[in-house]
């Protein structure tokens, strides 16, 4: 089979029509080089009969030219159900051979969506004009921001990915195209139940010194109310264990202070408070620039 330049993995369980239209906001891109990998845990809420019924989808085995290929089996949580689909890449295109152009996983979550039709073709034109200025095809990680629903705010990321943004401040996985090379070899590991996508993040970063490259536009709105979102005290307990793995700790001790003393909590509750969010996201953008700029200096 051809590689797309974009492979697009959903992973549900009953998700009821949240399926459909997290489906429906990528087929309508305007760039259709693509294909979506949809894992099903074995839905029971006629979601999966839902999306047949409005879509050819594929099953694991078939040879049709459906976009959409299901893969169903039971899995042990959103982890474990991203690496299945991430493993099933190889069973569906050749190797990539050195100089060939990689296709860029993207994992979009039920309930999140594009944020336009246009998304998957600004992401495209910026991933191949890094590639003709460098002149390479380097393993590399492309992100931007999100659009947070329940404050009905632009969250932005950080533009530099450095040792103080991978502390605390790493873009969230619904904004990041990553190398199906990366993604091949760095599967999610599962015993962290709410941040295994941040430790694989950091690996990426500091094992595979993977580039990371900031595209300035929005790329999905997030729904919220995920896993880590109401699982703050293992979040942070996770988020300690794994940055422990990367960073030595004095630079960590460096950060805790700086943490402590710009009032992280109420930073957070800023954040994600309706009233406060759209302020808090301009000082905190405004803030990156400046960084970023007398770093380039």
Not at 162 to 179: K, V
Not at 267 to 282: D, I, P, Q
Request: charged share 30%; aromatic share 12%; proline share 2%.
């Amino acid at each position: 089979m051809k590689r797309p330049f974009f492979t697009i993995i959903t992973v549900t369980y009953n998700s009821g029509d949240k399926l459909t239209e997290t489906i429906d906001s990528i087929v309508t891109q305007s760039f259709d080089d693509y294909r979506i990998l949809v894992k099903d845990g074995l839905s029971t809420d006629g979601s999966i009969e839902k999306l047949k019924g409005k879509y050819s989808v594929a099953g694991k085995d078939s040879k049709g030219s459906s976009k959409i290929t299901l893969i169903e089996s039971c899995d042990n949580g959103i982890y474990h159900a991203m690496n299945i689909a991430v493993s099933y890449l190889s069973e569906i295109t050749d190797d990539i051979k050195a100089g060939d152009t990689p296709s860029y996983v993207f994992f979009l979550n039920c309930g999140d969506t594009f944020r336009d039709r246009d998304v998957l073709k600004n992401v495209h034109d910026a991933i191949v004009s890094r590639q003709e200025s460098s002149g390479t095809t380097l393993s590399s990680i492309f992100y931007g921001d999100i659009f947070e629903v329940t404050t009905l705010q632009r969250v932005p990321s950080n533009p530099k990915i450095d040792d103080y943004a991978c502390y605390r401040n790493l873009p969230s996985h619904q904004a990041c195209f990553y190398d199906e090379r990366l993604m091949r070899r760095n599967l999610f590991d599962l015993k962290y139940k709410v941040r295994a996508d941040y430790e694989q993040f950091l690996r990426c970063i500091y094992k595979e010194k993977a580039e990371t490259v900031y595209i300035p536009m929005i790329i999905a709105n997030y729904e919220g109310g995920g896993f880590s979102d109401v699982n703050r005290k293992i979040s942070e307990e996770e988020r300690k264990v794994i940055i422990g793995m990367y960073l030595p700790k004095s630079k960590i001790r460096k950060y805790d202070f700086l943490r402590i003393v710009t009032l992280s909590k109420v930073r957070t509750f800023l954040a994600s408070n309706k009233t406060t969010a759209g302020a808090y996201n301009a000082v905190k953008n405004a803030a990156y620039k400046v960084r970023n700029a007398k770093k380039e200096k």
